[in-house]
């Protein structure tokens, strides 16, 4: 039986789905400082689900946002919480889980290429790293360029721990910083991550895209979002601004995952506004056909 990795979906935006009172540049960060069992019970649904991989709530704790808000002293605090919020749910499900650090942007979504240095990066990358250094794997995720993926994919390495990279694409089929898929994956093939993927672009674009990433490396697959547009954050609005499309209901998000899979997909799962009704949607229906695993045991099966 072919096994194929089954992640999480949302985490954000399903915990802010969750507490729409809560508006602030830290989003889902913010509502775990607020309500931290808000955050747990989202993890226990995603588990519930079958997600086999589930990554912590620190996509907005990075030293460059968190210095922006102030918070840079609690930085090490926030990582303990959202270790502490996810190990939570899986102490109440019962179920082995991998934990998987988050190595995200580090200024903001959907943004082109730093003016900053390849060292520069790494160092922050590397703080994060540190930070999450109890995690099972970790997920680059996000990636719109090549030179914070090969700074993020250098920090990784450090720890000798699974990981896995995801580019997200403009409409154009070309990362942010107009270098094309093709160009980012051969930027970071020297780095051996375990699995290079898509995320956070809609489902048809993944679609189209997929059969040419599998080309491009050994093991790969994607986790779309169900975003109408993110044109309103790219620009420096807030998650409050993004809405979800009516029509990427969980059968309707099964449907292009089963097609990653056809063209050669081993990872996936879902980015922003994919529920734990999909995953349990992908879950359901899959079990069946595939061994669905945890990101760790890729390449052990």
């Not at 703080?127 to 794997?137: F, I, M, N």
């Not at 994919?153 to 910083?177: H, I, M, Q």
């Not at 780095?191 to 956070?200: D, E, I």
Request: proline content about 5%.
């Amino acid at each position: 039986m072919r096994s194929v990795v089954l992640l999480d979906g949302g985490l954000g935006q399903e915990i802010y789905r969750r507490a729409p009172d809560v508006s602030s540049p830290l989003w889902s960060v913010a509502v775990m400082r607020e309500q931290p069992g808000l955050v747990t019970a989202v993890h226990a649904d995603f588990i519930r689900a079958g997600a086999k991989t589930l990554t912590l709530n620190t996509y907005a704790a990075t030293p460059t946002r968190l210095s922006k808000q102030g918070l840079l002293e609690e930085m090490p605090a926030i990582h303990q919480r959202a270790f502490q919020v996810l190990e939570e749910a899986i102490e109440a499900i019962g179920t082995e889980v991998d934990i998987a650090g988050c190595l995200p942007p580090l200024t903001a979504s959907y943004q082109g290429q730093p003016e900053r240095s390849f060292e520069d990066l790494r160092d922050e990358y590397a703080t994060l790293v540190r930070l999450q250094a109890a995690a099972d794997v970790f997920l680059i995720e996000t990636m719109t360029n090549t030179l914070e993926a090969r700074a993020a994919c250098s920090a990784a390495s450090d720890l000798g721990k699974p990981y896995g990279v995801a580019f997200r694409l403009e409409a154009d089929g070309k990362l942010k910083s107009g270098e094309t898929l093709a160009e980012a994956v051969a930027a970071i093939t020297p780095f051996a991550p375990t699995a290079v993927m898509l995320n956070c672009c809609d489902p048809e674009m993944m679609s189209v895209t997929m059969p040419a990433l599998v080309d491009l490396y050994p093991c790969v697959g994607g986790y779309a979002n169900a975003f109408k547009s993110v044109e309103s954050m790219a620009r420096g609005g807030s998650v409050d601004a993004l809405e979800a499309r009516a029509d990427i209901s969980p059968a309707a998000y099964l449907a292009h995952v089963q097609q990653w899979l056809v063209d050669g997909a081993t990872v996936i799962g879902g980015c922003c506004e994919i529920t734990p009704a999909h995953i349990k949607q992908i879950a359901d229906v899959l079990e069946s056909e595939f061994e669905l695993i945890r990101f760790s045991q890729l390449g052990q099966e």
